[in-house]
């Protein structure tokens, strides 16, 4: 079992819809959590940490369930340019980055 | 540019030969990473330096692979005797412990 679990998708939607992509992690001593984002053969770029009283960067709303053990992101108004797959990280207590397969979003005009 | 970046970009090389990868961090950072990341999947760990010591090697990393970091600044990979299953994409993240890690634009090796 993977230790950070997220559907591949691929999410086809088209231009302005709501899309909300989950994940799960195995590991309950995780320290912090992520998403980045990574663009076809480009390096992945920070998106947003996530925190479990939830947090919002724009269209962009990450929630963490400690509980579960669950991360959520929501995109709002999906732009064309939201095209990408979306990674879901967890960090160790040495800090290390254990990612997800990521999950890929294709928005549509 | 003041990000991390890794040289070279591209690497096509024959099995059995040795490669080696370069990556100069952000330059106040004192954590340096390295992760591996093939088709389809997410980043892999490879290891981690803080400062010039490598505190965590994964199980990925068998003998054929070595990472340095001699003066705690740029840090540089080598895979010996390359096989056509190390064929990835290798990336270098700087930090400086409070996770945020900013990934360099990687350097994708082909082993024919």
């Known amino acids: 079992r993977k230790e950070v679990e997220q559907d591949p998708g691929p999410f086809n939607v088209p231009e302005g819809a709501t899309v909300a992509f989950n994940c799960t992690y195995s590991?309950?001593?995780?320290?912090?959590f992520f998403w980045y984002r990574q663009d076809c053969r480009k390096e992945p770029k920070l998106l947003m940490s996530v925190y479990s009283s939830g947090n919002e960067d724009g269209r962009f709303t990450a929630q963490l369930n400690r509980a579960s053990q669950y991360i959520s992101l929501l995109i709002r108004d999906s732009k064309l340019s939201d095209s990408a797959t979306y990674l879901c990280v967890v960090s160790s207590n040495t800090g290390k980055l254990i990612f997800g397969q990521g999950t890929t979003l294709q928005v549509k005009p | 540019d003041t990000g991390v970046s890794q040289n070279p970009r591209h690497k096509i090389t024959k099995r059995g030969q040795n490669v080696t990868f370069r990556c100069d961090p952000i330059s106040e950072h004192n954590r340096l990473y390295w992760y591996r990341q093939t088709l389809g999947q997410g980043p892999e760990f490879l290891t981690y330096?803080?400062?010039?010591?490598?505190?965590?090697k994964s199980r990925l990393l068998s003998d054929r692979f070595s990472a340095e970091r001699p003066k705690g600044s740029f840090s540089t990979l080598e895979i010996q005797r390359t096989e056509q299953g190390d064929s990835a994409m290798y990336l270098c993240a700087s930090g400086t412990g409070s996770d945020t890690q900013y990934f360099g634009p990687g350097t994708r090796l082909t082993v024919l």
């Open positions: 330096f803080q400062n010039e010591a490598q505190l965590e």
């Open positions: 590991n309950s001593a995780s320290q912090s």
